[in-house]
């Protein structure tokens, strides 16, 4: 998979699980671009969790953004660097990981889900 597919399919998984489209692009997009100015995933990771600028332009929760962070980057704890948690999205998608398995992914659809802004708790939008 290359990388214009891999961010395409997260913006879909994204919307699928309850992301407006507009703003599941939005946040993606940025994302990407600050990853590509980053010598590592880690690295941008940290700029973006404290992008407070970003959190804002895409008005989103903190609560949001940062799931949405781990959700794409994955988690950067160096002892999860190998495991889905630690992946993110877009590795996941990049090393061949179909889509369809990652909608399998209890965890994934959870924490992507819960997050979406607009959410109540009952899970519906407000």
Same mark, same amino acid.
């Given at each position: ?58 008005d989103?929760? *903190?609560?949001?953004?940062?799931? $949405?962070?781990?959700?794409v $980057?994955?988690?950067?704890d ?9 992946? *993110? ?12 398995? $990652?909608?399998?992914d ?16 009952? *899970?519906?939008?407000?």
């Open positions: 998979m290359n990388v214009a597919a891999a961010v395409e399919d997260t913006i879909a998984l994204l919307t699928w699980l309850g992301w407006a489209p507009d703003t599941a692009r939005a946040a993606v997009e940025y994302i990407t671009g600050k990853l590509a100015e980053s010598s590592r995933r880690a690295s941008a990771f940290e700029v973006l969790r404290r992008d407070r600028h970003a959190q804002a332009l895409l989103l929760p *903190g609560s949001s953004w940062r799931v $949405l962070l781990r959700v $980057l994955g988690n950067p160096p002892a999860l660097a190998h495991t889905k948690t630690g992946r *993110g999205l877009l590795v996941r998608l990049l090393i061949g990981e179909p889509l369809r398995a $990652l909608l399998t209890d965890d994934l659809v959870l924490a992507v889900g819960l997050s979406a802004p607009g959410r109540t708790r009952g *899970g519906e939008r407000a």
